[in-house]
């Protein structure tokens, strides 16, 4: 089943979680959102689409086959973690919105989330985060500039946050299969 892969990623994550000390919370969330965007992208995309020869070169989502480049510099020496499908059809003027997007990643998000703003480029902004303490006003602030937080499905569902009310808070699993697969890899792809 797709989602075993995140099933798993998410008992290892709150098992790392609960075996933390607090001064290594930061980096058990780091190392807990590249496992479940590595697990997502394996698991969803392995199957799909891309040819052998157009393989990304990061390990992060090239075993996933998807089309990305990482940290490239654009205007005012702008860096966005990662760049979906090129860096050429990012800087493209005659694009159009879905034919490229930015994905950033921010362990916590704090006031941290206002950088990633100035990386949109007539694209929208996936930010992902494992974050659960987000206030709601930050996220509705986020709405109005176009940013789309993206969490851990059990985030997402849980009575515990504010994401479940929010329309601009997606789960890994709705970026991978209705943002990436549905909507975007057929333009990516050229038909």
């Given at each position: 089943?797709?989602?075993?892969?995140?099933?798993?990623?998410?008992v290892?994550f709150?098992?790392?979680?609960?075996?933390s000390?607090?001064?290594?919370?930061?980096?058990?969330?780091?190392?807990?959102?590249?496992?479940?965007?590595v697990a997502?992208?394996?698991?969803?995309?392995?199957?799909?689409c891309?040819?052998?020869?157009?393989?990304?070169?990061t390990?992060l989502?090239?075993?996933?086959?998807?089309?990305?480049e990482?940290?490239?510099?654009?205007?005012?020496?702008?860096?966005?973690?990662?760049?979906l499908p090129?860096?050429?059809a990012y800087?493209?003027p005659?694009r159009?919105?879905?034919g490229?997007?930015?994905?950033?990643a921010?362990?916590?998000?704090?006031?941290?989330?206002?950088q990633?703003?100035?990386?949109?480029?007539?694209c929208?902004?996936f930010?992902?985060?494992?974050?659960?303490?987000i206030?709601?006003?930050?996220?509705?602030d986020?709405?109005?500039?176009?940013?789309?937080l993206v969490?851990?499905?059990?985030?997402?569902?849980s009575d515990?946050?504010?994401?479940?009310?929010?329309?601009n808070?997606?789960s890994?699993?709705?970026f991978?299969?209705s943002?990436?697969r549905?909507?975007?890899m057929g333009?990516?792809?050229?038909?």
């Amino acid at each position: 089943m797709i989602w075993t892969s995140f099933a798993y990623s998410s008992v290892s994550f709150k098992r790392c979680m609960a075996s933390s000390s607090e001064r290594n919370m930061k980096s058990a969330r780091s190392a807990a959102i590249i496992f479940n965007i590595v697990a997502f992208s394996a698991v969803v995309w392995r199957n799909c689409c891309c040819s052998a020869s157009s393989m990304p070169s990061t390990k992060l989502l090239a075993d996933g086959g998807i089309p990305h480049e990482v940290q490239v510099v654009s205007d005012a020496k702008k860096r966005p973690d990662f760049v979906l499908p090129s860096f050429a059809a990012y800087m493209d003027p005659l694009r159009d919105r879905d034919g490229a997007l930015v994905l950033s990643a921010k362990t916590t998000l704090r006031e941290r989330w206002k950088q990633v703003h100035g990386e949109m480029r007539n694209c929208d902004l996936f930010l992902a985060t494992v974050d659960e303490s987000i206030a709601e006003n930050a996220i509705k602030d986020m709405a109005q500039q176009g940013i789309i937080l993206v969490v851990p499905e059990s985030l997402k569902k849980s009575d515990t946050t504010v994401y479940k009310s929010q329309p601009n808070v997606i789960s890994f699993k709705s970026f991978f299969e209705s943002e990436l697969r549905s909507k975007r890899m057929g333009i990516w792809r050229g038909g």
